[in-house]
């Protein structure tokens, strides 16, 4: 006898949260999880409490949901979500929905919309951020997929979503994989931030000679202005805290090397398929490949160290890190919001750009200050012709008036040899984008000069071609 609202299928730390947090908001939860002995623990310590019902027959678990059946999969992203897929719709009936939560690249996320649909089963592509806390507490939820689909779901992803000022965290970017290219680019951005913020705690250890806890201070304190934000927040709590058997900053006995899962990667290959350039985004995974690399390199000893001291407190200037943070921050979600808009039309999605920076406000890895005030300029839909110019027209004068300290920023960290990838990125990204001219001419010209590529010119209408004044004969 059927009773639950809902199933969860995969009982990783996602999928425990969400179940949870299903439960709380007063749904009947099934779940079912590969290996039995990870259900049997959930159950024993978390879900029996809370009334959720554990299954380890995959028929008995989708029995036990009232139809139309609605399965959420969190499982690891690849071939282990088209083999959940591929039990469960031999299992399930026309109208039933699978809802799949986990890192999906959107082209998968396509294919198994299409597959789906032919089988009159609804298919929901969805990317939920907010790690652990946020899936458990409300995290932030972009929708791809079936719209029939989501009319059936729509009210429990938005119970269980984050709020910000009462309003859900979720929204419905169109068809196929268009909610989880959303979140492919929502961890593009998270990448480019998270490097920016290191690459400011590298400066501020190595050019200023400040400990962890007090870079964590200042982090804590920018988190009270302009650039407050979750990862500033976390920065802060993790530069703060101390590793309980060595009595350290946990962060300074941390190797340094940071691994990736690949959504930063794809990304980053989006960017470049669709036109659009990121290189932000695409500094912040090079420097992660660096990360785990570097000691094939540095032992050359190629390199001398900076001969300059550590500066004194009277020569620091904390601004212009808080100055050079703020633009870093911007031109991120730029550049993500600029894949999105090429993305909507050239991948036939018809997302709305708005709406990512409306979810992206509460529950998620990226929200902050600054995302809120990108939603409040691109919300006036009438207006809504080039997302990008309109946000670069709304901080030009933020823009001007830091840059003179981002210069300086990396005036100084090049001098201490410290490296700024995704900083440098970002001012030549802004210097580039609203330049009056660059140097692509010669670059066209070379290309016709070796390649008879032809080219355009300013004075007058056609494409061309020159010899350059060399005679060229068999």
Known sequence: MPRSDIGVYGLGVMGESIALNL??????????????????????????ARGIEGYYDLSEFIRSINKPRKVIIFVKAGAPVDEVISLLKSLLDKGDVIIDCGNSHFKDSDRRYIDLTMRGIHFLGVGVSGGEEGALKGPSIMVGGSIDGYLLVGEILEKISAKFDGTPCVAYFGTGGAGHFVKT?????????????????????????????????LFAEFNKGELSSFLIEAAANVLKFRDEETGSPLVDLILDEAEQKGTGLWTSQAAIELGVPAPSIEEAVTSRLISTRRRLYSSLGILKDSPYAAMSEAQMDIEIVRDTLKLCFIASYIQGLDILHEGSTALKYGLNVADAAKVWRAGCIIRSRIIQEIYTILKDKESFVNPISKILNYYSDDINSRLPSMIKYLQLAFNYKVPV??????????????????????????????????????DKEGVFHSTWGRIISD
């Open 23 to 48: 439960a709380r908001n007063g749904y009947k939860v099934s779940v079912f999880n590969r290996t039995p002995e990870k259900t049997r623990k959930f159950i024993s310590e978390r879900g029996a």
């Open 421 to 458: 990838p995704v900083t440098s990125s970002i001012i030549n990204y802004l210097y580039s984008v609203t330049s009056r001219r660059l140097p692509a001419n010669l670059i066209q010209a070379l290309r016709d000069y070796f390649g008879a590529h032809m080219f355009k010119r300013i």
């Open 185 to 217: 680019v929502h961890n593009g951005i998270e990448y480019s931030i998270m490097q920016a913020i290191a690459e400011a705690y590298h400066f501020l250890s190595t050019v200023y000679g400040l400990r962890s806890e007090i870079i964590g201070d």
